[in-house]
Structure formats: structure tokens, C-alpha cells
């Protein structure tokens, strides 16, 4: 049981984290806290109590682990590799946090690690024998899983040829699509952190299938020259994505300023386009959503412009070459369509 000395302690230091400590390290820890207080809440009934959340060196091939004590005596550590959180190993990361699929990817280390906190703290069971990746881990990691739609796992595996099913160690990493993290980290870090000795199994190099989609339109059509312009904008645009940072514009992403950086003023979206080809840019703007896949964008503004958009705005914001999210105003007034027609940016 925790004594109260050591939970003020705890609820000290997860202040400073948040609101005292360097720059470099505040808005990185309250972002992780929050994360943490939300699985707490949603996971765990709120058993738990706040960990000391640390950046720093991890051992070779790990990402971060969970102590009963910390390095002065207190209770309960999680480290998270400062490599992975910072940004600093490129291997790693192509867009590092904030960027929305390496934040995924850092709260689920998170949430592996906060299972391990559950199991340590609220089970009281250290399981040193599978490197604390035992039983009692695999049963929490399954019932969260089962409410997150995620395959279980196993802890062990009955022989070399049993591939069945995934290993602990690598939850929740190792039973989510490779597409969820998307194009923001690396197939080096999604294999590290699913627990695979190799990252060949690499999708994020296939070709979307609203791409190819497009594609055969375009073939079937007779145009040959159509079609092979899109594949070098397209391989231009995938060399760019893997050799080049881009800065954020969130007031450009959330349509508060066109790509020129003037007001973006009033867009009006048409059914219709959704309705074209028998809905590829709707599959397109869909997939695009669901698996994050926002280097997709400039197939979807190929798709529009196929469709009978001749809006600039829509089509050089889909081509801009910066992050896009989920906060990308051209895709939820896409998406929004099917709800409702003829929505209209909020700010005029
Ligand atoms: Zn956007």
C-alpha cells in the first residue's frame, strides 16, 4: 500500500513535471500525464496513483520500462526513452511528437508501461519471469484489449513455429495495423515497439488503393499521359515525405487561412464528388481518416479534381506540402457531407 508521504511526494513531482520543469520537458509531460490520467480513469477505476514519468536512457531494443522504485527511493518509475520522446534518433521518428501518429505511438508505450504500473502497484506481482510480461500482464492487456477491439496476446509462445499469436511484450503495438501510427514514425521504431526482431513487414511503402483506383480510371479512359503524370507526382511527393521535416501551419490545417496565408473566406463542398466513379473519393477521404494516412492527400485532390472540383483552395491546401491531421479542414468538411449538405467553413 502506498503511504500518504509517498503520495504527496508523488503528486509533487507530477506538478513540477507539468508545470515547473524545463521547456523542452513541460508540455511533453503534461501531454503524457493527461494521457495517463485518461487510461487510469477509462482502464484502471482510477486504482491508480500518478508515476514518476521520466525521459531518459533506455537499454539497447527498449523503448522504455516500468520500476517499483525510483532512483532516490521513491515509489514507482515509468522511463520512456528520451531518443523516442525527443525526437533525436531519426531512425525512429520521421515527424517527431507532437506529430499525431508518434504521440500514438508514445501513449501506447505509455499505456504498456501503466499496465505493468497495475500489475507492480494494484496486483503486487512483479513477474520477473517473462521480464515482467507474464500472466498477470497478458490477462490485463486482453481484458483493455477487448474494449479497444485489439487480438490478444500471449505470453509465451509453445515453440519456434508457433506464430499464433502476438507476444506481450510488444502490446498494444503488436496487435494495432502498422497504418494506425501512419507515416509519422518508422518501420525500424513500429517493429521495435511490437516486439519484431525485423521490420520487414512493411505496408507504408504499398500504394493506397484509392491510388490505384484512380489509376485504372484514368487507363481505362485511354489517358496514358493522365495516368503517368499522377504516378511521378506521386513518387515525388513519397521521396519528399521520407527526406524532408515540414513545419506545422495549424492555422492553414484548421482553415483559418488558405496556403497563401490570406482568410480562406467561404467553401462550398459538392455532394456530388463524393458520388463520382461510384465513391472514390469518398473511400479515399475514409481511409485517409481511419488509418492516417494524410500522404494520401494529394491522390485525394487528384480524385476531386477528376470529380468536377475546380476549387483551388480545396486542392492546393490537399497538395501543401506540411503535416496534415485529423484537424485538416478540407477532410472533415469532406467527411461531414455524408451527415449534412452543403457545410461551409466557421470562419469567413
Ligand atoms: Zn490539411
Aim: aromatic share 8%; glycine share 8%; with cysteine.
Amino acid at each position: 500500500m502506498t503511504t500518504a508521504a509517498h503520495m504527496n511526494e508523488r503528486r509533487g513531482y507530477t506538478d513540477f513535471a507539468t508545470r515547473l520543469a524545463d521547456e523542452s520537458y513541460r508540455s511533453l509531460m503534461a501531454d503524457l500525464y493527461d494521457s495517463w490520467r485518461n487510461s487510469n480513469r477509462e482502464l484502471f477505476d482510477g486504482k491508480l496513483v500518478e508515476p514518476h514519468l521520466a525521459f531518459g536512457r533506455t537499454a539497447p531494443r527498449s523503448l522504455g520500462h516500468c520500476a517499483a522504485t525510483t532512483g532516490y527511493g521513491g515509489r514507482l518509475e515509468i522511463t520512456l526513452s528520451e531518443a523516442l520522446v525527443f525526437g533525436t534518433n531519426r531512425d525512429w521518428t520521421v515527424r517527431p511528437w507532437p506529430a499525431e501518429g508518434t504521440r500514438s505511438c508514445i501513449e501506447d508505450l505509455l499505456l504498456r508501461l501503466t499496465v505493468r504500473q497495475y500489475c507492480l502497484e494494484v496486483l503486487e506481482a512483479p513477474e520477473r519471469g517473462y521480464r515482467g510480461f507474464g500472466p498477470l500482464f497478458v490477462r490485463e492487456a486482453n481484458r483493455i484489449g477487448l474494449g479497444l477491439g485489439l487480438a490478444p496476446v500471449v505470453e509465451r509462445r509453445r515453440g519456434p513455429d508457433d506464430q499464433r499469436e502476438p507476444l506481450a511484450s510488444g502490446w498494444p503495438h503488436c496487435v494495432r495495423s502498422r497504418r494506425y501510427y501512419g507515416a509519422d514514425i518508422t518501420e525500424e521504431l513500429f517493429a521495435l515497439a511490437a516486439g519484431r526482431p525485423t521490420a520487414a513487414r512493411s505496408s507504408s511503402a504499398s500504394p493506397a488503393p484509392g491510388f490505384l483506383e484512380l489509376l485504372q480510371y484514368l487507363l481505362l479512359a485511354g489517358r496514358v499521359d493522365d495516368a503517368r503524370q499522377m504516378i511521378d507526382r506521386r513518387l515525388e511527393w513519397l521521396r519528399l515525405l521520407r527526406t524532408t521535416s515540414w513545419r506545422p501551419r495549424l492555422a492553414v490545417e484548421e482553415g483559418k487561412q488558405d496556403t497563401d496565408g490570406r482568410p480562406l473566406g467561404e467553401v462550398t463542398f459538392d455532394p456530388a464528388w463524393l458520388a463520382w466513379n461510384d465513391g472514390t473519393v469518398r473511400r479515399i477521404a475514409e481511409s485517409v481518416r481511419e488509418e492516417r494516412t494524410y500522404g494520401d492527400l494529394p491522390v485525394l485532390a487528384d480524385a476531386l479534381e477528376e470529380a468536377g472540383c475546380s476549387d483551388g483552395r480545396i486542392l492546393l491546401h490537399l497538395r501543401e506540402r506540411m503535416p496534415h491531421s485529423s484537424r485538416c479542414w478540407v477532410l472533415r468538411l469532406l467527411l461531414a457531407l455524408d451527415a449534412q449538405s452543403r457545410p461551409t467553413t466557421e470562419d469567413t
